[in-house]
């Protein structure tokens, strides 16, 4: 079955770029039934969906990171990366990507997606 | 933006009382609404997709129902493990984007 495993640097200096990336196991990424995503947890708070992305290389961000999100993927590699600029301490959080599945149904302004599975996140702290 | 209000906010039962949760969308959202299972430490599991549609493996105690802007998470007897933090989340289309509510936590009581 399909795994999501994140994997970077767990510390990250203010000012500087954070990068992370998620290998996909047991699925391909050239899926069309999926789309992939990253979300963050700041300590004892809630999900902030950043951004996700489709294998053809599509993205789609959170429009309050965008202008510091970019997101890419790697087919060759089944990998899909994040790279987060300017990090400051707000930036401090468990980074999880997970898989979004998508049914391409949509009434009025909604669609159907949920994400599933997750990876099991990654602590990234921004700190000197 | 869709805003996703969950209430309430911290909800005190004990096993085997029936769990009452609510989501609340500043938008309608037809029957487009997940919910997820989160314990500390670890990952949110998907419940819940479309409203009501069980995910593969999750115990029949867990049901989702509503449309439009109010949807509901019963767990209808809690067992132990069941106490954690639950969270929606849906998609809007145009422009593209994702939201989750701020999350119900759910403990023993």
């Known amino acids: 079955q399909l795994q999501l495993q994140e994997s970077g640097p767990g510390l990250v200096k203010p000012s500087e770029t954070l990068s992370l990336t998620c290998t996909v196991s047991g699925g391909s990424i050239n899926s069309n039934s999926y789309y992939w995503g990253w979300i963050r947890q700041p300590p004892g708070k809630g999900l902030e969906w950043i951004g996700t992305?489709?294998?053809?290389?599509?993205?789609y961000y959170n429009p309050s990171l965008k202008s510091r999100v970019t997101m890419s993927v790697d087919t060759s590699k089944n990998q899909f990366s994040l790279r987060l600029t300017s990090v400051t301490a707000a930036d401090t959080a468990v980074y999880f990507c997970?898989?979004?599945?998508?049914?391409?149904?949509?009434?009025?302004?909604?669609?159907?997606?949920?994400?599933?599975?997750w990876g099991q996140g990654t602590l990234v702290t921004v700190s000197s | 933006e869709i805003v996703l209000t969950q209430s309430p906010a911290t909800l005190s039962l004990s096993p085997g009382e029936r769990a009452t949760l609510s989501c609340r969308a500043s938008q309608s959202l037809s029957s487009y609404l997940a919910w997820y299972q989160q314990k500390p430490g670890q990952a949110p599991r998907l419940l819940i997709y479309d409203a009501s549609n069980r995910a593969t493996g999750i115990p029949a105690r867990f049901s989702g129902s509503g449309s439009g802007t109010d949807f509901t998470l019963t767990i209808s007897s809690l067992e132990p493990e069941d106490f954690a933090v639950y969270y929606c989340q849906q998609r809007s289309h145009w422009p593209w984007g994702i939201t989750f509510g701020q999350g119900t936590r759910l403990e023993i009581k």
């Open positions: 997970a898989a979004l599945k998508t049914s391409g149904y949509c009434s009025g302004g909604s669609c159907s997606t949920r994400f599933d599975p």
């Open positions: 992305i489709y294998y053809s290389g599509s993205t």
